[in-house]
């Protein structure tokens, strides 16, 4: 069974196709602001996920998965 061995998380901005999105409270983006997160393992095995998060956040979703892979490591990827 493998077990996971690191977790990376990495900030990507995406720029929108249309220049911005508006919602209400005049509020307006540019860019959506992803998150990329790899998770390996100790067999070599390894999967890739995405993550969205709202730019005016005070904690990214990386800081959170930094905190949390913490607790992942040597755990089963298939059992989360």
Known sequence: MPRITRIQAFQVDLPLHEGSY???GGKSVEVFDSTIVRVETDEGV??????YTQSDRDTSVAAH????????????????
């Open 22 to 24: 508006k919602w209400s």
């Open 65 to 80: 998965i930094d905190q949390l892979s913490r607790h992942l490591e040597g755990r089963s990827p298939f059992n989360i």
């Open 46 to 51: 390894y999967g890739w996920g995405e993550a």
